[in-house]
């Protein structure tokens, strides 16, 4: 009854009153509905395994990783991709997993 409850929330479909009423007659708790997952959010270690398949082959600019991220992730826009690989790429620079080699070029440690 909680997973019609989320999904009659989720879709905004009639009948979410009836299926609370006969919860409440049953004692469920009702816990808040939260909003359903972006389909495109990457799974965690999802970008840095790309970013690494992109540096695979030596070094690499920002520009190239960034392409090769589209390619990876055509539900998300170009803009998204760049945004999501500088973050990326600072992140695994902080950690040590890549480091900056000249203007914009790139290479796993």
Partial sequence: MLALRKQITRADSEGLAHVEALLALRG?????????????V???GIMSAIILEALSGGQA?????V???SARRP????EAAYRRTT??????SNNGQVQRVGWGKWVVV
């Fill in 28 to 40: 469920v708790h009702m816990p808040a509905v939260l909003p359903a997952k972006r389909k495109d």
């Fill in 42 to 44: 990457a799974g965690k």
């Fill in 61 to 65: 600019s920002t520009r190239t990783i």
């Fill in 75 to 78: 539900e998300i826009t170009t």
């Fill in 67 to 69: 392409v090769h991220v």
């Fill in 87 to 92: 973050q990326a790429l600072a992140k695994m």
